[in-house]
């Protein structure tokens, strides 16, 4: 499936003119960028009222017509009108046409002239991709406000994907989102040419797609508690999807060219399955929906009654979905249940089946059989190649590219989705305002410069790769504005690398962003929450916080990811504008004084929210969960919010899971005469099975655990023995100051401690300093939000 459009971007890829990538100094608001590009002179002017020709009796081209209107009407655009080209009498502005000789069902031609563009295509989506090309020719300076015309290059591009597999994974799984925001990335996908929407509808935390003939499905497994931050069990969260909802949204999205797989996780993360059905588990026994995050023990049982259960489930989700894949998981499935139990052992003794990774395989290979005689084909996660792949079955490579490169060189068809590369639930940027999700930074360049072909991969295995998907998982996304924020705008980004050829040497991000600067705009028209992180300013000091507090003059530099746009500040105060200040070098400036800064485009579009860094003696004084680092034992893999379904955008706390600790290596220990410290109780909803015994325990010497805040951690640390570490959290290091954690149960979920610190001469600025709790594991995590350092003691 693969090969043609791999071999179609291969063969007009050469056909590139040097002039039509990055290169030109103003390129074409294209993006992704088409396979062919040739320019002429002159410019079609389309105003408002223009006519939009489509030939009698093409649904298809009818589809697509009213797509580029409401498209171009939605991002500012001339309003155009839709008729039959006998109603124009052949003057229309825009006109659609069937061409049997384009080759591809992706595939398109546009073709602008003075007189009038043209949109040939011999498939729907070809037509679709068409208009979407000319959509944004058509509204590359629109600011919202209708334009009553737009001028469009005479030009003629020629256009195919390098991939059919073009997609966005949305998990609705850990948090239910609501219908109406699918349907709202699907409006966006369609103007990047991005084709599959992965719908991630069953796990341990809700079953989400309605089964009828079995309702317990969704009538106990769609809902949870939320995780318990001590103060006692709140309301149920959740939901679900009814069969006519998700029929609905598969229509309204083939109609724009997008494809829904659906995802029925399996046998691993099925604890709200086994939450509705106990006599589908293993060993007898009723979960509860999980309301944690992780690995869980709890797997379906493949006893006849259980694989019937999943043929009956798949009859449901083949009748809602006509996708040729179905997506059933297959990933984190530790065995521990089945190799516990009497009854799966004897099943595999029946089947001859060795080892428990080779009866989830059998399990595999007997779905893609029954999918097969339904005519449809299986995809799993990259776990699916343990135990032998089952010759059916299509790999989704999610632990990196091993996966991908192992099934494409024994002849399976792969989809590259990588951790960490394409995980967008990932953080972007280092930011302090960046939202919760996993710390590991993926960039939008990262995305950009990804190579969905591993090393590896042989010469025949190529024509295996489907394409690639960026995922985004929900532990951290509750809400379609944190959705919205981790998807855009780097699926930009996965679209240009899905979509255009790759010709060596061509790769100028710089380029890319500004093309996709007007996308950008677009997505936030259409009301759409688009992250600035890649032109977000960060600023740096230039001295450390002991010789800022002392001195006359403050140093700070600014930067940002993105090679594109302009940084400009003012020291006022106020928000900059397109005419402020550009940054050239390190700023001095007087103690007090705000800096406040901004990213702009060439043409001075806001790139970024304003920044600001504040440079009052507070403000050195003060560190956030934003700027702690991890502790010696460990490092800080989340950034989390203060509740697990929050719906605020903030706040949100660096913490390692395995060890709650937090270290402040530049503390200003010489100006400090006191210290206050703002600590939040966080919900420890981790499933973390076979890893879990890298939890970090400490002794609690009060009821509730204490939070311990030592100087000198990090060289105590290294010279501690084993003993001296299994009873004291910082051995060695120096006891600053010591406070008993409140009960739980009884306490405020945020709270503060204040203490004076001892006189220790020899502990001078830059000292590193740990806060340590020490609750039991039983309990909820903790994390600091904030320490302000006083330089008057209490």
């Known amino acids: 499936m693969a090969t043609a459009a791999i071999l179609a971007g291969l063969a007009v890829s050469a056909s590139i003119p040097a002039f039509a990538r990055e290169q030109s100094s103003a390129p074409l608001p294209l993006a992704p960028w088409p396979a062919s590009v040739e320019q002429g002179r002159g410019t079609l002017t389309v105003g408002s009222g223009s006519a939009i020709a489509v030939p009698a009796g093409d649904a298809d081209a009818a589809d697509a017509a009213r797509l580029l209107a409401d498209h171009v009407k939605g991002a500012g655009g001339p309003a155009l009108s839709i008729a039959s080209p006998s109603a124009t009498g052949g003057t229309a502005s825009i006109r659609f046409e069937r061409d049997p000789a384009i080759a591809g069902k992706e595939a398109y031609r546009l073709t602008v002239t003075p007189a009038g563009a043209v949109i040939s295509a011999s498939g729907k989506s070809g037509l679709i991709y068409g208009a979407m090309t000319l959509m944004q020719l058509l509204t590359a300076k629109a600011d919202g406000a209708a334009a009553k015309s737009v001028s469009v290059p005479v030009l003629t591009i020629q256009d195919s994907p390098r991939f059919a597999w073009r997609g966005v994974m949305v998990d609705p799984a850990r948090h239910f989102q609501p219908i109406e925001s699918v349907y709202a990335i699907v409006d966006r996908m369609v103007e990047v040419k991005l084709n599959t929407l ?77 939450a509705s059905y106990p006599e589908l588990g293993v060993l007898g026994d009723r979960p509860a929906v999980s309301n944690s995050w992780g690995i869980f023990p709890w797997l379906f049982n493949p006893n006849e009654a259980g694989m019937t259960f999943v043929r009956n489930v798949l009859d449901e989700v083949m009748e809602v979905f006509p996708s ?42 007997q779905f893609g059989e029954y999918l097969a005689q339904h005519g449809r084909r299986l995809i799993g996660w990259d776990e699916i190649l343990e135990g032998g792949l089952p010759p059916s079955a299509t790999v989704m490579s ?31 940027s280092t930011l302090p305002d960046e939202a919760p999700g996993r710390i590991s930074i993926q960039t939008m360049e990262a995305i950009y410069r990804y190579d969905p072909v591993p090393k590896g991969i042989d010469g025949a295995g190529v024509q295996h790769v489907l394409g690639l998907q960026g995922n985004a998982w929900s532990e951290y996304i509750v809400t379609p504005w944190q959705l919205q924020h981790k998807l855009f705008p780097r699926v930009g980004a996965i679209a240009e690398v899905a979509w255009s050829p790759a010709v060596a040497g061509t790769k100028d991000y710089s380029g890319f962003l500004a093309r996709l600067t007007p996308q950008i705009r677009r997505w936030k028209q259409g009301g759409f929450e688009v992250s600035d992180s890649a032109f977000g300013v960060a600023f740096t000091p230039t001295q450390t916080r002991g010789a800022a507090l002392d001195g006359k003059a403050i140093g700070v530099t600014l930067a940002k990811q993105a090679p594109y746009g302009t940084i400009r500040y003012t020291l006022d105060g106020k928000a900059p504008g397109p005419k402020s200040p550009a940054y050239g070098k390190a700023l001095s400036v007087k103690p007090g004084a705000v800096v406040t800064a901004a990213s702009f485009a060439p043409d001075g579009t806001p790139l970024s929210a304003p920044r ?16 702690l680092t991890a502790c010696p034992r460990g490092s800080q893999g989340l950034r989390v919010p203060l509740n697990a379904d929050a719906t ?29 410290v703002s600590v939040a109780r966080l919900p420890r909803n981790y499933g973390l099975a076979h890893d879990e015994s890298a939890l970090i325990g400490h002794y609690a010497v009060t009821t509730h655990g204490e939070l311990v805040i030592s100087a000198g951690c990090r060289a105590a640390e290294k010279s501690a023995n084993a003993k001296q570490k299994e009873h004291a959290p910082m051995p060695g290091a120096t006891v600053l100051a010591s406070f008993p954690l409140p009960d739980p149960k009884t306490a405020p979920q945020q709270f503060t401690f204040t203490a004076n610190l001892p006189d220790r001469p020899e502990l001078g600025d830059e000292t590193d300093v740990c806060f340590q709790f020490t609750s039991p594991l039983s309990d909820p995590f903790y994390a600091v939000e904030k320490v302000v350092y006083g330089e008057k003691s209490k």
């Open 198 to 274: 992965h719908f991630h509808l069953a796990d341990d935390q809700g079953w989400r797609f309605e089964v009828k003939r079995y309702p317990e499905l969704t009538r106990i497994g769609a809902w949870r508690l939320p995780p318990d931050t001590g103060n006692g069990p709140r309301e149920k969260t959740g939901g679900f999807y009814t069969q006519e909802q998700l029929k609905a949204l598969v229509a309204y999205a083939a109609a724009r060219g997008v494809t829904v797989v659906p995802e029925i996780d399996l046998p691993g993360h099925a604890q709200a399955l086994v």
């Open 324 to 365: 040729q894949y179905i997506h059933l998981g297959g990933d984190e499935a530790v065995k521990d249940q089945w190799e516990r139990s009497p009854e799966v052992q004897s099943q595999m003794r029946g089947l001859g089946i060795k080892s428990e990774d080779a009866m989830q395989s059998w399990m595999i290979d």
């Open 398 to 428: 999610w632990r990196g590219e091993k996966g991908a490169v192992d099934a494409a060189n024994a002849g399976h068809d792969v989809v590259l989705s990588p951790a960490p590369n394409l995980y967008l639930d990932n953080l972007e």
């Open 612 to 627: 600001r860094f504040d440079t009052a003696r507070e403000a050195w004084l003060t560190s956030t969960s934003s700027t």
């Open 648 to 676: 605020a955008n903030g706040p949100a706390y660096n913490v390692n899971i395995f060890d709650a600790c937090q270290a402040d290596d530049h503390a200003p220990l010489a100006h400090a005469k006191s210290i206050t």
